[in-house]
T-cell receptor
Framework: DQQVKQNSPSLSVQEGRISILNCDYT??????FLWYKKYPAEGPTFLIS?????DKNEDGRFTVFLNKSAKHLSLHIVPSQPGDSAVYFC?????????????FGKGTKLSVKP | DTAVSQTPKYLVTQMGNDKSIKCEQN?????MYWYKQDSKKFLKIMFS???????INETVPNRFSPKSPDKAHLNLHINSLELGDSAVYFC?????????????FGPGTRLTVL
């Protein structure tokens, strides 16, 4: 039972263009969402997050959009750089009434070509 | 300085053996976690632990047991290893339990059971 879904296992974009990574969730109790980035042989590292009271959060080249009615969020990277090539995990948490444990999607492998 | 460290990085062992993976964090965090990333790349929580309580994912077999000698360490003991235990295990820590926090991950331990 996948509560967090990343339906695209991989994405390839050209350097300088926009990368859009998508994530869907099923649990309406989720109220906090995060994106993690993972390089090979390393642990995931936090990238950006958004609370359910917002619909957009921006940090430099990274912007996360949240559409609660569609239970969908997306990560935009613009402009994309070769160093952005990694696996991106979407994660969700239900803050109220839980331990704040993160439920992860399966990840999307982003390749940015020079 | 490494924030969350795990040892060993690689572990190859025979079925039926008992093994341990160590985790240490120097961030002063209150909560630590163990995740398993299986062959399908799902990153799933196994345990979360602070000095007050241990939260166990009910799907985790009781052959797996976390042991915390102090706040900075959460070791994972696995008894009677099985082929299906082969995976990458990630330790993580966070400054809060049940809050909109971010988790810091270790580099992972790749366990191979032969």
């Amino acid at each position: 039972d996948q509560q967090v879904k990343q339906n695209s296992p991989s994405l390839s974009v050209q350097e300088g263009r926009i990368s859009i990574l998508n994530c869907d969730y099923t649990n309406s109790m989720f109220d906090y969402f995060l994106w993690y980035k993972k390089y090979p042989a390393e642990g995931p590292t936090f990238l950006i997050s958004i609370s359910s009271i917002k619909d957009k959060n921006e940090d430099g080249r990274f912007t996360v959009f949240l559409n609660k009615s569609a239970k969908h969020l997306s990560l935009h990277i613009v402009p994309s750089q070769p160093g952005d090539s990694a696996v991106y995990f979407c994660a969700a948490s239900a803050i109220r009434g839980s331990q704040g444990n993160l439920i992860f999607g399966k990840g999307t492998k982003l390749s940015v070509k020079p | 300085d490494t924030a969350v460290s795990q040892t060993p990085k690689y572990l190859v062992t025979q079925m039926g053996n008992d093994k341990s993976i160590k985790c240490e964090q120097n961030l002063g965090h209150d909560t630590m976690y163990w995740y398993k990333q299986d062959s399908k790349k799902f990153l799933k929580i196994m345990f979360s632990y602070n000095n007050k309580e241990l939260i166990i994912n009910e799907t985790v077999p009781n052959r797996f047991s976390p042991k915390s000698p102090d706040k900075a360490h959460l070791n994972l003991h696995i008894n009677s290893l099985e082929l299906g235990d082969s995976a990458v295990y990630f330790c993580a820590s966070s400054p809060l339990a049940g809050g909109p926090d971010t988790q810091y991950f270790g580099p992972g331990t790749r366990l191979t059971v032969l």
